[in-house]
């Protein structure tokens, strides 16, 4: 797994993300809504429900919250919500994805375009950006265990790679698929899991002076205001020493 750590580029966003709190539910609640009208309240054949719980949870969601917004998927008060995905470019060509879910597609992709144009970016044609992307699942384990223990445990339920680092944490990729059984694995076996997501990652990436990565968080930022944003993604690579900057 090259380049710098995954955690320290997911820890400064999600820092940025906690000050926005409520929103962060409104969206939250939103995800688990859609997912479980979609594929129904059975968490085994419904793995996006699975998914959007397990980052609630991870956001301190209270588990009545959780439960009252499955029963509204389910009982179809999800409205005409739908799916969309814009693709486009922040400066030095920084791909940007952004998920949305709308009731009205024209105006999400005005907002979308507005904050692009405002902040030196610019809108993309559908997929011009979203083919650089695949789903992982990102797992980041405290100190204490050893590489070749986790390695172990990891591979044996299907994780893909395994990333250890001087002050003895241990990040492990996933595929989308085997997120949930690695995930579980580790927890098995006594190890703490600090953080873990479902992230969409960029094959390649693009390494930010700090100049560059404040105006790319910009973009970002503005994005992640947007009622109907509920994710954003670049192929952006922030250097831990520049992330300290921006914080």
């Known amino acids: 797994m090259a380049g710098h750590s995954k955690w320290a580029n997911i820890k400064f966003r999600k820092g940025a993300q906690d000050a926005k709190r409520g929103k962060i539910f409104t969206k939250l609640i939103r995800a688990i809504t859609v997912a479980a009208r979609d594929g129904g309240p059975d968490l085994s054949s419904n793995?996006?429900?699975?998914?959007?719980?397990?980052?609630?949870?991870?956001?301190?969601?209270?588990?009545?919250?959780?439960?009252?917004?499955?029963?509204?998927?389910?009982?179809?008060q999800s409205g005409d919500l739908q799916f969309a995905r814009y693709d486009g470019y922040a400066h030095s060509g920084v791909a940007?994805?952004?998920?949305c879910f709308t009731n009205n597609k024209n105006r999400t992709v005005a907002e979308v375009r507005h904050a692009f144009s405002k902040y030196g970016g610019n809108l993309g044609t559908d997929g011009s950006v979203s083919y650089l992307f695949s789903q992982i699942g990102f797992i980041k384990?405290?100190?204490?265990?050893?590489?070749?223990e986790v390695f172990d445990i990891a591979a044996s339920a299907g994780a893909d790679d395994i990333l250890s680092h001087d002050d003895g944490s241990i990040e492990v990729?996933?595929?989308i698929d085997t997120y949930v059984a690695v995930k579980n694995s580790i927890e098995s076996a006594g190890f703490t899991i600090e953080a873990s997501d479902t992230i969409w990652e960029a094959a390649t990436k693009i390494e930010l002076d700090l100049e560059t990565a404040q105006k790319v968080m910009k973009i970002v930022s503005v994005l992640e205001d947007l009622d109907d944003v509920q994710n954003v993604y670049t192929n952006a690579d922030i250097a831990d020493d520049i992330l300290e900057q921006l914080t």
Do not use: F, H, Y
């Not at 384990?141 to 070749?148: A, N, T, V």
């Open 47 to 76: 793995p996006q429900l699975r998914l959007a719980i397990d980052k609630a949870l991870q956001s301190n969601m209270k588990k009545d919250s959780i439960k009252r917004a499955v029963e509204s998927g389910v009982g179809g």
């Open 96 to 99: 940007v994805m952004v998920d």
């Open 141 to 148: 384990l405290s100190k204490g265990p050893s590489e070749d």
């Open 173 to 175: 990729s996933t595929s």
